[in-house]
């Protein structure tokens, strides 16, 4: 890749580690005959959609209507929103609903009751069901909640029950790949539970779960039909600590000019800040980390020798905390790269991706007003 | 205002309190007798500018060359880059400069040498100077390599030295007022060495100096020619937290849609995460908060009686913590405000704003390749 052109900060893309994180989470859901319904809210871009139809896919998941209608309009025709349905945007519901098979999750009666009052369209419909990640959902085991969900829906002829959806991002706290298997374990059996209570009635439910650990690190998915994983197009510093991913794996970094130098403390100031690389952090020996050195080469980005961190960041700067050795080498006006925290909110700051063959490849921009 | 039409995460913004945060602190660098250089990292907002230049301003402050061509563009013809000059964006640099009075900021003799070799036309700069943050600049004290700095510019025709640069963002750090003022004076007298330093040799040097909690709070500017505060044209939760403004001056609030409640835990689920707030933090009570209620009214928003907090954030979900009283009258589908931790970073993210009397006001949108 030719980086001499770029000046300011730039998110790469390497396509071809793109292409085999999708190939191997294919191949995954393949072999555990899952319906695989990428998140495409990591990389909210019509191109990388485009790579993932190539390899098979023609359901989605989004986490905003307005991503779902992002996507619509470039002929994805199975969206799942997999975030409690907004009812205020109930006018973007219908208008989706009539063009492309809209799936919304619920979990509450005041959202049903709107629904059934509004909705003009037929749409599917996931319970959302917490195992344990506590954000949203209704626990898998109060059945007294989910039926009175299922009951109201039944009044409308507009709404057709799908299935449970969940998202186990607890294992977003874990401290090893040990304990991912454990929480998705203990997902499965609850899962498998609240299948139990509602298989007769409703043959036909999916099971959907898949947050991008599990994902990537276990491989028994009994009693699930559906894995919806996202980042794992790209991983990220935060899924390599998790064990998720290696670092060859992941498909994103930051590429950043080095503006100044300050010996003293051996930091190097770059170009990338929070607006940039969004101010997700990981811990890492009690320091806040915000992204990982890497090194450019031909083909794109090698690993450093020795782990360099950025330490800190601003809304333009970051600082970088090197070694002696590497202190003396890196130059001012120089283009470092930077492995972010967490690429899906890096992607979403940069809207636009640089791919190591020097393409420029869209993502979702703009605002909602 | 008009809220009923909104039916997701928006940017709010009341215009009379924004004005007036800006005469405000029009009036403090008149009385003052300092160049008033606002820095419109903040907003933005070429709208946002145009009020500026109603209220008297004719310079400005960016943290990039993006934003200054974009402020270029809208007729602003003195702008000053405070950011440590990036040469790798020197065609930006000569282009800009041959149309207005663009200054760079300095802190290091690699970028004087390339700048003497590639400037086509005259710029003027600032030597960054570091007080005590030590996030970028040149201590104070090192006369020794603010001296090769000038020597080295001074073999340029193209260079203009005008003066010093500081910005004391450790007031960001500061537990109370009182540490602000402090760490304002320790600032001023360590500017009054460096002016007494170079005043004879340079006569007309500018001391520009101005973080948004020095400016809001202190009211002794002795040895200070120039302040470029920026967030004050806003206020946000972090600096009501540091005592720079109250929270009837806060001037935008995130509103967004409720879409879910937990009764166990007594959350209520937004739509309004990370991609709509930025995951910057504050700490009260020893629990991260990303944002604080308030509850619309006809002109805008007032303040909630007690206080209740954004406690998580997610990509797109946000979970804000109330009281059992408020948890039973907030309903599903209803718009709730919260008044962001850091408002630089959620106008970047928001990318629009809506005022108050229900104009849509433009936010510097995009990106750079």
Known sequence: MNIDNIVSPTLILDKKKCLNNIRL??????????????????????????????????KITVSSLHMAEYFANDDWKDITVAFPVNIREIDTINSLAEEIQLNLTIEN??????????????????????????????????????????????????????GFLSHAGNTYKA?????????????????????????????DL?????????????????????????????????????????????????AC???????????????????????????????NIYGKLVHFNKEGWTEADQDQYLVKLSQEH?????????????EIGELIGIIPVHSCLTANLMKEYLSTDDDVIDHLSGNNI
Chains 1, 2 share one sequence.
């Open 25 to 58: 989470m294919s191949e995954k859901a393949k072999k555990h005959k899952l319906i695989f319904r990428p998140h495409f809210k990591t990389h909210q871009s019509r191109t990388i959609g485009k790579w993932y139809k190539k390899s098979g896919v023609n």
């Open 109 to 162: 009666t005041e959202s049903v009751a709107i629904l059934n009052k509004k909705l003009k369209f037929e749409v599917g419909f996931f319970i959302k069901i917490d195992t344990g990640y506590k954000r949203t959902g209704i626990s898998f085991d109060i059945f007294l909640t989910i039926d009175k969900i299922l009951k109201l829906a039944s009044e409308s002829n507009k709404l057709v029950f799908k």
């Open 175 to 203: 401290k090893n790949t040990s304990e991912i298997i454990e929480i998705h374990k203990d997902s499965l059996y609850k899962l498998s539970l609240l299948r139990k209570q509602y298989i007769e009635k409703y043959p």
């Open 206 to 254: 999916l099971m959907s779960t898949g947050d991008t650990p599990s994902c990537s690190i276990a491989d028994n998915f009994e009693g699930i039909d559906e894995i919806r994983p996202g980042n794992f197009v790209f991983y990220d510093l935060m899924q390599y600590q998790l064990g998720s991913c290696n670092l060859e794996q992941i498909a994103t970094i930051m």
């Open 257 to 287: 000019p080095v503006v100044s130098k300050h010996s003293e403390r051996k930091e190097i100031i770059i170009h990338g800040g929070g607006v940039h690389f969004s101010k997700e952090l990981i811990n890492i020996g009690n320091k």
């Open 318 to 330: 970051g600082t970088l905390q090197v070694s002696d050795e590497l202190f003396d080498i890196i």
